[in-house]
């Protein structure tokens, strides 16, 4: 069951369009700068729990064009947490290399880029299958400042 959300008390910002431009802004930022999160607490840890190493090969020119195009436009579609997570979110966002996290008075930025190792090359040729790849993982915590500190976070406009 996929929901849209609203974060009602932001002093009148349409949620929705401010929590895309912040994932947005942040992927672009977090790409562009790699850190990593040291001592992560409670959510954090089991955020870094919920993300599994990928395997991902580099797209040609084209590809990324095509995807850079259509990057914009993908929809971006919250599920309620029914137990999958950390009891204190509420909401979640999964995309292929990201999820998002919502709580009552945060959202919670979780990026994951594999990374690249020599032995790719060589198992590609059919090679020796070498260690399996590591993962960067990044993580983002956005609270809003003069928000509403007990917000209520409802679902709306639930999808098919």
Avoid: W
């Avoid at 996929?2 to 947005?24: A, D, E, M, N, Q």
């Avoid at 599920?79 to 996290?101: C, M, P, W």
């Amino acid at each position: 069951m996929r929901k849209h959300t609203v974060l009602s008390g932001l002093g009148g910002v349409r949620p929705g369009i401010l929590i895309l431009s912040l994932l947005i802004a942040a992927t672009a930022i977090l790409q562009a700068i790699p850190c990593s999160a040291a001592n992560p607490d409670d959510i954090t840890s089991s955020v870094l729990r919920s993300l599994a190493p990928e395997t991902v090969s580099k797209p040609d020119e084209a590809v990324r064009a095509r995807m850079s195009e259509t990057y914009g436009k993908l929809p971006l579609f919250f599920e309620a947490n029914g137990g999958q997570t950390d009891l204190q979110v509420q909401f979640l966002s999964r995309g292929s290399r990201h999820i998002l996290f919502l709580t009552p008075t945060e959202a919670v930025l979780a990026l994951s880029t594999p990374k690249q190792r020599a032995e790719d090359e060589f198992q590609r040729i059919g090679g020796k299958a070498g260690r399996p790849k590591e993962a960067t993982r990044t993580v983002l915590r956005m609270t809003f400042a003069g928000a509403n500190p007990t917000p209520r976070v409802t679902g709306q406009a639930e999808l098919p």
